[in-house]
T-cell receptor, first 111, second 115 residues
Framework: GENVEQHPSTLSVQEGDSAVIKCTYS??????FPWYKQELGKGPQLIID?????GEKKDQRIAVTLNKTAKHFSLHITETQPEDSAVYFC??????????FGAGTQVVVTP | EAGVAQSPRYKIIEKRQSVAFWCNPI?????LYWYQQILGQGPKLLIQ????????DSQLPKDRFSAERLKGVDSTLKIQPAKLEDSAVYLC?????????????FGPGTRLTVL
């Protein structure tokens, strides 16, 4: 089945700097890769996603890149702000179309 | 638009007791999911409904967990009897359709502590 690995598990950045989170997946049939942000006491919220026919997607300060050959995808947050502090999860659909999540990255943005 | 509602938000029980969680999905969403999120891990799918039918319950520990979605709207997840390892946040999510690339909207979750 699909196995999604996510690194790093924690990431501390200075406000204004960039943050990068990387994920790898195992199922070559995976074709949808969403990223979720989870704030304390809340459920995950979709922030950006990418499909297998696209290599890069950007939405304001966040961007996602996908390398299907290498089976990895990354989340980039530029000009980080304190409100970006949260846990971020990557995910990939398995052969059955079900989402498999990574273990999460705790991002802390310090002023 | 109202989001996914869950109750209760917190529950503390002793092992071997039973517990039930309730979920009200976004209006019009045909697909409903229950996930288990253990501390420090990503959500793990327990069961998926399409309207009032089960699509996937392969990861549901059926000897102690059960779920239903009567009338294809609200859903309940039950654990009986609970074990210590069931301590987790139980997340409900819903989406418009069945396809894996339909955005899933998550509720705030129910934090279960089993003592």
């Amino acid at each position: 089945g699909e196995n999604v690995e996510q690194h790093p598990s924690t990431l501390s950045v200075q406000e204004g700097d960039s943050a990068v989170i990387k994920c790898t997946y195992s199922d070559s049939a995976s074709n949808y890769f969403p990223w979720y942000k989870q704030e304390l006491g809340k459920g995950p919220q979709l922030i950006i996603d990418i499909r297998s026919n696209v290599g890069e997607k950007k939405d304001q300060r966040i961007a996602v890149t996908l390398n299907k050959t290498a089976k990895h995808f990354s989340l980039h947050i530029t000009e980080t702000q304190p409100e970006d502090s949260a846990v971020y999860f990557c995910a990939a659909t398995d052969s059955w179309g079900k989402l498999q999540f990574g273990a999460g990255t705790q991002v802390v943005v310090t002023p | 638009e109202a989001g996914v509602a869950q109750s209760p938000r917190y529950k503390i029980i002793e092992k071997r007791q039973s517990v039930a969680f309730w979920c009200n999905p976004i209006s019009g969403h045909a697909t409903l999911y229950w996930y288990q999120q253990i501390l420090g891990q990503g959500p793990k799918l327990l069961i998926q409904f399409q309207n009032n039918g089960v699509v996937d319950d392969s990861q549901l520990p059926k000897d102690r967990f059960s779920a239903e979605r009567l009338k294809g709207v609200d859903s309940t997840l039950k654990i009986q009897p609970a074990k210590l390892e069931d301590s987790a946040v139980y997340l409900c999510a819903s989406s418009l359709g069945l396809a894996g690339d339909n955005e899933q909207f998550f509720g705030p979750g129910t934090r279960l502590t089993v003592l």
